[in-house]
């Protein structure tokens, strides 16, 4: 009895490992996450033309809420309904968006299964966060020498974002580009210099992609370009151009 978690990558299908497409070719049951019933799962729709015509597909709902005491009944029924299809000897894969290390609804899944079900094996299989993608597509280093790089999920508590990227020569924000304005001064104030480079960009590496290079001066006081959920913003405190 095996389980597979797969890394769906930033949004291009393409950018899927080779392992990851393989399984997914072969599975015959694959669950992946949506934000409420009746929604779309991302992660289904990047990995599409890889599904075999009789694999069964099922999305679960983890819902976009803080309360944890409120998810984790959610977090418990998707495992317990994963393990059940993995039990019937099924070949089963559970997707994610980016990699399943990293913010993922996985490692709840994770925790789950190993406390309640301790006789499913799990492989974990990579995959390329939007983090390298848009640094691929801008052209641009994370990080160099002995710089320091901080991730942030998504910026409610901008006092903690301060603090952090004061101490950090780039700053990643993921998420959500509805918060993205708010950080523009607070970098200012954290030492990041006008002449600091900025890339934003959301839907990246998928159709609709935008992706914008500005310096921290041209954003101060504007509304910047994104405005959807998954969205990512790199901050780089010393250019090097």
């Given at each position: ?5 797969i ?11 080779v ?16 934000a ?13 033309k ?5 694999a ?16 984790r ?12 299809a993995?039990?019937?000897?099924k ?30 094996e799990?492989?974990i ?15 641009i ?13 998504a910026?409610?508590d901008?006092?903690k ?25 607070m970098?200012g ?15 990246v ?37």
């Amino acid at each position: 009895m095996k389980l597979f978690c797969i890394g769906c990558g930033p949004g291009d299908p393409d950018l899927l490992t080779v392992r990851a497409a393989d399984l997914i070719k072969s599975a015959d049951m694959i669950f992946a996450p949506t934000a409420r019933e009746g929604k779309s799962s991302i992660a289904l729709s990047i990995v599409e033309k890889y599904i075999g015509n009789f694999a069964k597909t099922v999305s679960l709902v983890f819902p976009m809420v803080k309360n944890r005491e409120s998810l984790r009944d959610y977090w418990k029924r998707n495992a317990d309904e994963i393990a059940s299809a993995v039990k019937t000897g099924k070949k089963v894969i559970y997707l994610t968006v980016g990699d399943p290390a990293l913010y993922s609804t996985w490692i709840y899944i994770q925790r789950e299964l190993k406390r309640t079900h301790k006789d499913i094996e799990i492989e974990i299989v990579p995959g390329v966060t939007s983090m390298f993608a848009i640094a691929a597509k801008a052209g641009i280093s994370l990080a160099e020498g002995d710089e320091t790089v901080a991730i942030v999920p998504a910026c409610y508590d901008l006092e903690k974002v301060k603090r952090t990227a004061s101490a950090c020569d780039t700053v990643i924000f993921l998420k959500d580009g509805r918060y993205f304005d708010r950080v523009i001064d607070m970098l200012g104030e954290a030492g990041f210099p006008d002449s600091a480079t900025v890339a934003i960009a959301q839907n990246v590496s998928d159709e609709g992609e935008l992706l914008e290079m500005k310096k921290i001066s041209e954003l101060r006081g504007k509304k910047g370009p994104t405005e959807k959920y998954f969205s990512i913003m790199v901050a780089k405190k010393n250019a090097r151009d």
